[in-house]
């Protein structure tokens, strides 16, 4: 069965400071696929990246970069000087075929919470 | 952007009430989602549609809950008679096609938040 395990239930930052994220999953497959989720206040998960079981190219988007090491099954997120509008709860999902069909397995997320 | 689109995004209601949330995805998607999530934790799968096929309903407590997609486009899920641990949020989302391979990226909706009294 496949497990999604985010260790960190709540960060607390300063503002400008760099901040980690960490995402360790379980699957027996061998092509999966991973995302990392935003979801504000407002409630609305917004989706932030996705990435192949075969690419563990990192990948970094302006202050957000991506960590995948199979090595280790883990999918680290990562946000350079932080702001204030980073302030969320971050989700790490992990999707894989079943029964035919994609089925999507989410961590518990990590509150971030950026102090100015 | 296309969004999906969800409503009411409040409910409050005693139990025993009888309750409906409803979806629209974004537009020429195949797949549609229902997901609860309890306040400090990560959304569950309770529905998947493929068109308007259920293909996934295995965690539905399908003694209350109930859903429906007949056109393969909009999508409601009721709750009869709803209980005081329903209370949550109800999040809808859908994706192009359900992945064969596991890839496609869901998109979800403003959430519907469901207070039972």
């Known amino acids: 069965a496949q497990k999604v395990t985010q260790a960190q239930t709540e960060i607390s930052v300063v503002e400008k400071e760099d901040v980690t994220l960490d995402c360790v999953y379980e699957?027996?497959?061998?092509?999966?696929?991973l995302f990392w989720y935003k979801q504000p206040p407002s409630g609305e998960l917004v989706f932030l990246i996705r990435?192949?079981?075969?690419?563990?190219q990192n990948e970094i988007s302006g202050r957000y970069s991506w960590n995948f090491q199979k090595s280790t099954s883990s999918f680290n997120f990562t946000i350079t000087a932080s702001q204030v509008v980073d302030s969320a709860v971050y989700f790490c999902?992990?999707?894989?075929?079943?029964?035919?069909?994609?089925?999507?397995?989410f961590g518990t997320g990590t509150k971030l919470q950026v102090i100015p | 952007e296309a969004e999906v689109a969800q409503s009411p995004r409040y409910k409050i209601t005693e139990k025993s009430q009888a309750v409906a949330f409803w979806c629209d995805p974004i537009?020429?998607?195949?797949?549609l989602y229902w997901y609860r999530q309890i306040l400090g934790q990560g959304p569950e799968l309770l529905v998947q549609?493929?068109?308007?096929?259920?293909?996934?309903d295995s965690q539905l407590p399908k003694d209350r809950f109930s859903a429906e997609r007949l056109k393969g486009v909009d999508s409601t899920l009721k709750i009869q008679p709803a209980e005081l641990g329903d209370s949550a949020m109800y999040l809808c989302?859908?994706?192009?096609?359900?992945?064969?391979?596991?890839?496609?990226?869901?998109?979800f909706g403003p959430g519907t938040r469901l207070t039972v009294l």
């Open positions: 989302a859908s994706s192009l096609e359900g992945g064969l391979a596991g890839s496609d990226t869901q998109y």
């Open positions: 699957t027996r497959d061998t092509t999966y696929y």
């Open positions: 990435r192949n079981s075969f690419d563990e």
């Open positions: 999902a992990l999707s894989e075929v079943s029964g035919g069909y994609q089925k999507v397995t």
């Open positions: 537009s020429g998607h195949a797949t």
């Open positions: 549609f493929q068109d308007e096929s259920v293909v996934d």
